[in-house]
């Protein structure tokens, strides 16, 4: 199912314009956010996936942009609620029947078993298949334990968004395996993998776990601390770092990481943290990005993320399990 849905133009962040570039697209991305917003990104990012530039841009000419375009791509497939679903809709004005209300907003575990399917094979041969998921979080905990084995273990050429308002709806295991985007409204980039703010953010959460002395990070934290939306950004990396920590033990697999031009950092702190301090220092970042959604101090939020993350290493100490 093509999607024929128009939005307004996004501005695509330069660290997706980048993967696309060197070819190292993810196979799965979560777009938090206003939902015009996220909609909007989703569809221009695919775009530039699939088009024949590969330079992160759109062109607008090719087969694959006059393809979507005119809403008729076979490479990208759109689920929504059912409430939204064009074919929910057809097939009512076929049947006379009316869906059950049980499903309406919802997305239905039929629509997660057809997303599984169509991600075992790639019959029409095309280097990349995108399924776009609006409004994830009504996902049922059935469906979004069938989405996660696909997400641990994704077959080639698959390429997952999962589009959402709020993702504490979605099980903290699927937002792990995904990449995090937050459009920005005003066209702004936020720091992202290519600069030195990720490479300060990585070895500032490495920091954290190895057991650098409090007073050292403090330089940090205050750099961190200046704006809202950059302690924000910190510590949803510092996040992604120990996720990707978790991710590398328990697979040894470089190619799922979400940070994987960080690898050595990541192995490195693999080798010599233990599985339990990892999900807890995670867990104390997502913390973190609470309070500070809920306007709590920035430098406060930091500091009892870090305290936390440098109490669960001294606790966790050896544990490797």
Request: proline fraction near 3%; glycine fraction near 8%; aromatic fraction near 6%.
């Given at each position: 199912?093509?999607?024929?849905?128009?939005?307004?133009?996004?501005?695509?962040?330069?660290?997706?314009?980048r993967a696309?570039?060197?070819?190292?697209?993810f196979h799965a991305?979560?777009?938090?956010?206003?939902r015009?917003?996220t909609?909007?990104?989703a569809?221009?990012?695919?775009?530039?996936?699939?088009?024949?530039r590969?330079d992160?841009?759109?062109?607008?000419?090719?087969?694959?942009?006059r393809q979507?375009r005119?809403g008729?791509?076979?490479?990208?497939?759109q689920?929504?609620?059912?409430?939204?679903?064009?074919e929910?809709?057809?097939?009512?004005k076929?049947?006379?029947?009316k869906?059950k209300p049980k499903?309406?907003g919802?997305?239905?575990?039929?629509q997660i078993?057809?997303?599984?399917?169509r991600?075992?094979g790639?019959?029409?041969?095309s280097?990349?298949i995108?399924t776009?998921?609006?409004q994830?979080?009504?996902?049922?905990?059935r469906?979004?334990?069938r989405l996660?084995?696909?997400l641990?273990?994704?077959?080639?050429g698959?390429?997952?968004i999962?589009?959402t308002?709020?993702?504490?709806?979605?099980?903290?295991t699927?937002?792990?395996r995904?990449?995090?985007?937050?459009?920005?409204?005003?066209?702004e980039?936020?720091?992202d993998?290519g600069?030195?703010?990720?490479k300060?953010?990585?070895?500032?959460a490495?920091?954290m776990?190895a057991?650098?002395?409090?007073?050292?990070?403090?330089?940090?934290?205050e750099?961190f601390s200046?704006?809202?939306?950059k302690?924000?950004?910190f510590?949803?990396t510092?996040?992604?770092?120990y996720?990707d920590l978790?991710l590398?033990g328990?697979?040894?697999?470089?190619?799922?990481?979400?940070l994987r031009?960080y690898?050595?950092?990541i192995?490195?702190?693999a080798?010599?943290?233990g599985?339990?301090a990892?999900?807890q220092?995670?867990?104390?970042c997502e913390?973190?990005?609470r309070?500070?959604?809920a306007i709590?101090?920035?430098k406060?939020?930091?500091r009892?993320m870090m305290?936390?993350?440098q109490?669960y290493r001294?606790v966790?100490?050896?544990?490797?399990k």
């Amino acid at each position: 199912m093509s999607s024929k849905r128009k939005t307004q133009a996004a501005v695509i962040p330069e660290r997706l314009q980048r993967a696309v570039r060197n070819g190292s697209v993810f196979h799965a991305y979560l777009m938090e956010g206003p939902r015009g917003e996220t909609a909007s990104l989703a569809q221009a990012f695919a775009a530039a996936v699939l088009c024949s530039r590969q330079d992160g841009s759109v062109c607008g000419n090719c087969v694959s942009c006059r393809q979507i375009r005119d809403g008729v791509s076979p490479y990208i497939f759109q689920v929504r609620t059912l409430e939204e679903s064009d074919e929910d809709l057809g097939e009512e004005k076929k049947t006379g029947k009316k869906a059950k209300p049980k499903d309406s907003g919802k997305i239905r575990d039929k629509q997660i078993e057809d997303v599984i399917e169509r991600s075992r094979g790639n019959a029409l041969g095309s280097s990349r298949i995108i399924t776009i998921i609006e409004q994830a979080d009504t996902i049922t905990p059935r469906g979004q334990n069938r989405l996660l084995k696909v997400l641990e273990e994704p077959p080639e050429g698959m390429m997952m968004i999962l589009m959402t308002e709020n993702s504490e709806g979605l099980l903290e295991t699927i937002r792990s395996r995904c990449q995090l985007v937050r459009p920005a409204g005003n066209g702004e980039e936020l720091p992202d993998e290519g600069n030195a703010f990720l490479k300060r953010a990585v070895a500032a959460a490495a920091g954290m776990l190895a057991g650098v002395p409090a007073a050292d990070l403090w330089k940090e934290i205050e750099y961190f601390s200046d704006t809202r939306e950059k302690a924000m950004h910190f510590a949803e990396t510092a996040q992604l770092f120990y996720r990707d920590l978790i991710l590398y033990g328990e697979t040894g697999r470089e190619d799922l990481l979400a940070l994987r031009a960080y690898a050595p950092e990541i192995r490195e702190a693999a080798e010599s943290t233990g599985r339990a301090a990892a999900i807890q220092a995670a867990e104390a970042c997502e913390r973190a990005v609470r309070d500070l959604k809920a306007i709590v101090s920035m430098k406060h939020a930091l500091r009892y993320m870090m305290f936390d993350i440098q109490l669960y290493r001294g606790v966790n100490r050896g544990d490797n399990k």
